[in-house]
């Protein structure tokens, strides 16, 4: 499986440290929704669903998150622990979220607004849409 990371840049300075993220520049999307998760606690897996057309990047800009990435064939783990760095998750992708540091935060940029039509939370049908739509 391919994991895409991206890289951004960060503008330091003696007063600390600046990221600027940019749709078209560094985002291959449209930026529709953004939201975070916080305060998760460590034992909670989250997530547990793909998505028929969303996009989305998934940054942890404090702490460290660990993402369970699996396309029906392959499964893989992706740690997320650096503030200069996102996930691009496309759609047709299973997804986990676990093992949150006690101050993570994930910030996740999305291509659309929220619609729970574009969810999938069931495994086998994700399965089964997977093989019927590739
Ligand atoms: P949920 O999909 O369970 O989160 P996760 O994928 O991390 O397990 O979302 C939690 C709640 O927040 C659920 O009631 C739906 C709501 N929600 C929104 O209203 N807008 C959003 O953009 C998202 C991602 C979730």
């Not at 291959?28 to 305060?39: A, L």
């Not at 986990?96 to 619609?115: D, P, T």
Request: net charge negative.
């Amino acid at each position: 499986m391919e994991i895409i990371k991206l890289k951004f840049n960060s503008h330091g300075d003696e007063r600390g440290s600046l990221i600027a993220i940019e749709e078209g520049l560094d985002i291959p999307f449209s930026i529709k929704r953004v939201y975070y998760v916080f305060d998760t606690l460590k034992n909670v897996h989250r997530g547990f669903h793909s998505h028929k057309k969303l996009e989305q990047i998934l940054i942890c800009v404090s702490g460290s998150c660990k993402i369970l990435l699996d396309d029906g064939k392959e499964k893989s783990i992706v740690n997320l622990d650096k503030n200069d760095e996102g996930l691009y998750i496309g759609p047709d992708m299973w997804r986990e979220m676990f093992e949150f540091s006690e101050n993570a935060i994930l910030l996740v940029l999305a291509s659309e607004v929220y619609e729970e039509n574009d969810y999938i939370r069931d495994y086998d049908e994700f399965i089964s849409y997977r093989i019927n739509n590739n």
